[in-house]
């Protein structure tokens, strides 16, 4: 079983950046498939960014969701044993709780981003963007 635990939360001016860093614990990483979900006041989870568990020497695919696209994106560290979201031009709309989330194996692309998928998930990080 992984424990994760996101960071890297807080308030921005829309225009501006964030990091968020998800640490993992209690197994390896490299061979899970890992995604970036967010949840907004009132409206339901929805996925961000997904990565597919990598092949030997390369990096897994990814999926991002369209409002994000350009703006995001994912990176894996299979050493430090954690998965980040740089996120830049930010926009009030990117407003909400963050969420990391894991499991095993590899996934057909189109899955990347589905919740049901996901067997381990983090407690959150709020980010908030000003306008």
């Known amino acids: 079983e992984v424990q994760l635990v996101e960071s890297g939360g807080g308030s921005v001016q829309a225009g501006g950046s964030l990091r968020l860093s998800c640490r993992a614990s209690g197994h390896t990483i490299s061979t899970y498939s890992m995604a970036w979900f967010r949840q907004a006041p009132g409206k339901e989870r929805e996925g961000v960014v997904g990565?597919?568990?990598?092949?030997?020497?390369?990096?897994?695919?990814?999926r991002y969701a369209d409002s994000v696209k350009g703006r995001f994106t994912i990176s894996k560290d299979n050493a430090k044993n954690t998965l980040s979201l740089q996120m830049n031009s930010l926009k009030p709309e990117d407003t909400a709780m963050y969420y990391c989330a894991a499991d095993p194996g590899r996934k057909p692309l189109w899955w990347l981003l589905r919740q049901s998928e996901y067997a381990y998930w983090g407690q959150g990080t709020q980010v908030t963007v000003s306008s």
């Open positions: 990565i597919n568990r990598g092949g030997i020497n390369s990096d897994g695919s990814t």
